[in-house]
């Protein structure tokens, strides 16, 4: 239970009391960089400079953690001329700072001062690189400029009695941290700067491995007890939810403040420890959107943590997401990733797979549509009274184009300038390079795989009823699907009822589910030859993109198909990531993991979790918690990749929509990312109430 003082700070959270601090403050650099005649990489430097001039101190009366934002991103920075000159002729396309994670433990180690005199010695080492000198100077320009700030918040809190907050910024971040306070309050504010110098999605990495030395510290010294850590953490946990009105995404709570538990090291052991265990304690106590919780996993993992991490489904906070060592550190391997990079693991903002420190990799550049390639290949094929190996070397051959053409988009791509991003980045500072030009060791694209379920679906239905049994006519099938069913409802029921679907661990449509990927994973290989030196990955999830898919207004004409095969209206959305076809009846969450544990990982590696949709009911009591356990379990030894369970009921999300003031705090799991269900956009409250209509339970 959270004490009555984070009680207060929780509830002030909730309701928004950091826009009681909001400045109405824009800013405009324009004239200011153009009379310098700053640089791209000084312009983004500056840029943070002037953000963080603008912001007010704010020092609460129960806090113990510090900052809170009161700027948000309205300063116009222009691109230099010359620039935006080059953009146009050179490149395909510009990538912001998003979806990587920093050295945390870098960060951890090392102060604000101990990355300003690396800095520094990058100028004179490489006083003869005008690219080096540009990006050192303004790393410098950025590390002063949270240094002041710092300062400021220091005066603030003196100036309001608040001592012991004044004493600790004092010593960080500008020096490294000594304890478990000082390194969550120095992690609070080098995290948020990432979010003011403009990056977004910004991954908390693995917590449990670079919190551990100052936990461990602590304890062992007597300076803290288990119930006073607790205490710190959750202040920190609900601070991450403070700012995220801030915070650019497609709904509110898509943020990217993932955080990673568990897991191996870089050597191979277990990495699990104490504080494995007590961030799944606290996130159940604070139960909040922020921070999202991923598990890493293996085949032995013990039951004491899966049973942990099933209680916090039952919270219904749609996490922790699961991750299976057994599986991704091979398929990471596999892909040209170092052994020991692979270990390191952690997620982007919703599970795309990245390393910390060493990545600057676009793991979401598009989303590949299963169904509009499948559709393609179905009515093209028996309109032209084709066999069906003929449809599928259709399918092929559409999967290959839409992976080339969103590849291409990336073949010269414009990198941001991220000096602040860069001084957390491995050896950015010591080899006097941008994250973004050279300062990476991974520059790597993912793709994601969308709608997999009703394409392979509908691969099964075609096969199955049209070739293999003859029970449907090909030029009826056709008919029925430029009309959208119109006066064929008896034919599409009987597919819905007699075809095989994937998630009943039937080979009829799982080996299609197999096969796509398999094309799916050629086409990224053969893509590489676009942007050489560069893997392009193929993953299983999809984002936004299960609705964005589905409507013709918002997708691309090579990624749309109206009705399909499997028995899908026009229009009807796709199910988020791995997850059987919506409204199909399933066996049971075992037969659903059997058929997702056939798909190719070793070649699909980009991330995207199986999603099970779970009464509440399941999780009545100890021994119903041991079962999810079980399957938890289960998941990893039927060799799947990843896994999210949503705990819903549909009486109260039915509910909910019509009387949101009554379910202000209910919380669901939208695709990669957890947020509060009365604020979403209605077309995602009404995909998240259609998944309860064959709610997975166990017996």
């Known amino acids: 239970m959270l004490s009555e003082r984070l009680e207060r700070l929780k509830a002030w959270t909730r309701d928004r009391g950091a826009q009681a601090y909001k400045q109405d403050v824009k800013l405009d650099l324009t004239a200011e960089c153009e009379a310098e005649n700053l640089s791209w990489t000084r312009r983004r430097a500056r840029f943070l400079r002037r953000m963080l001039e603008a912001e007010k101190p704010v020092i609460l009366p129960d806090e113990r953690i510090v900052f809170t934002r009161t700027v948000p991103i309205t300063c116009n920075t222009p691109m230099p001329k010359v620039d935006q000159e080059r953009r146009q002729k050179e490149f395909t396309t510009g990538v912001s700072p998003a979806n990587i994670c920093a050295d945390w433990h870098l960060a951890m180690r090392h102060g604000l001062l101990d990355r300003r005199r690396v800095a520094e010695e990058g100028l004179r080492k490489y006083a003869d690189d005008q690219q080096a000198v540009e990006f ?209 693991y952690t997620v982007a903002a919703c599970w795309e797979f990245i390393i910390p420190g060493v990545g600057m990799e676009v793991p979401n550049i ?67 390079k941008d994250v973004g030009y050279g300062g990476a060791k991974y520059y790597n694209y993912g793709i994601h795989g969308s709608g997999s379920a009703n394409a392979a679906d509908a691969l099964a239905a075609v096969k199955t009823l049209v070739f293999d049994e003859k029970k449907v006519d090909a030029a009826e099938m056709v008919n029925a699907l430029i009309t959208n069913w119109e006066n064929a409802e008896p034919l599409r029921q009987f597919i819905v009822e007699n ?42 999830g999809t984002a936004m993109f299960y609705w964005w898919l589905s409507d013709e207004k918002m997708c691309a004409p090579i990624q749309y198909a109206g009705a399909t095969a499997d ?61 999810v356990a079980l399957l938890i379990r289960a998941f990893a030894q039927l060799g799947c990749q990843q896994l999210q369970l949503n705990s819903l009921n549909p009486q109260i999300l039915r509910d909910a929509k019509k009387h949101p003031e009554r379910h202000r705090n209910l919380i669901v799991r939208v695709w990669g990312w957890s947020g509060y269900f009365v604020e979403l956009d209605e077309h995602y409250q009404d995909q998240i109430i259609a998944r309860t209509a064959h709610l997975t339970v166990t017996n």
């Not at 069906?388 to 992976?403: K, M, N, P």
């Not at 990927?517 to 053969?526: T, V």
């Open 499 to 540: 075809a095989p679907h994937v998630g009943n661990n039937d080979d009829r449509a799982d080996s299609m589910l197999a096969l796509l990927f398999d094309m799916f994973a050629d086409a990224c290989a053969e893509a590489k030859e676009l942007v050489p030196g560069r893997i392009v990955r193929a993953g299983t």
């Open 366 to 432: 598009n989303a590949l549509s299963f169904p509009a390639a499948v559709d393609r290949g179905v009515r093209e094929g028996l309109a032209a009274q084709e066999n069906f190996d003929q449809i599928l070397d259709r399918t092929r051959r559409q999967i290959r184009e839409q992976v080339r053409l969103y590849t291409s988009e990336y073949t010269k791509p414009m990198f941001w300038p991220a000096p602040w991003y860069s001084c957390w980045m491995t050896d950015c500072l010591e080899k006097g």
């Open 136 to 344: 050192l100077t303004s790393a410098i320009e950025t590390l002063d400029a949270v240094l002041d700030l710092v300062k400021r918040y220091a005066a603030e809190a003196r100036r309001v009695g608040r001592n012991d907050i004044a004493e600790m910024l004092d010593r960080v971040p500008a020096n490294a941290p000594k304890t478990f306070h000082e390194a969550l309050q120095s992690f609070r504010i080098i995290h948020s700067m990432l979010y003011e110098s403009d990056s977004c999605h910004v991954t908390l990495g693995r917590f449990d491995q670079y919190m551990w030395p100052f936990f461990s510290a602590d304890i062992e010294a007597g300076r803290l007890t288990v119930a006073e850590a607790e205490e710190l953490l959750a202040e920190f946990f609900i601070a991450l939810s403070r700012d995220i009105d801030y915070y650019p995404g497609v709904q509110r709570g898509d943020n990217g403040q993932s955080l990673m538990l568990g897991g191996c090291k870089s050597d191979g052991s277990d990495a699990t420890n104490e504080l494995t265990h007590m961030c799944l304690r606290v996130s159940y106590d604070v139960n909040m959107i922020e921070p999202k919780i991923n598990l890493r996993v293996n085949k032995d993992t013990s039951l004491e943590i899966l049973k942990e991490a099933a209680k916090l489904t039952r919270r219904g906070l749609g996490f922790p997401q699961y991750s299976n060592d057994d599986v991704v550190i091979p398929g990471l391997v596999n892909l040209g990733y170092d052994i020991k990079d692979a270990r390191e």
């Open 567 to 627: 028995g899908r209206r026009k229009g009807d959305m796709y199910s988020s990531s791995l997850a059987p076809s919506p409204g199909i009846k399933v066996r049971g969450p075992l037969s659903v993991l059997q058929s997702y544990g056939k798909l190719p990982y070793d070649r699909v590696c980009n991330g995207g979790p199986i999603t099970m949709e779970l009464s509440d009911t399941v999780f009545r009591n100890d021994e119903a918690l041991e079962k």
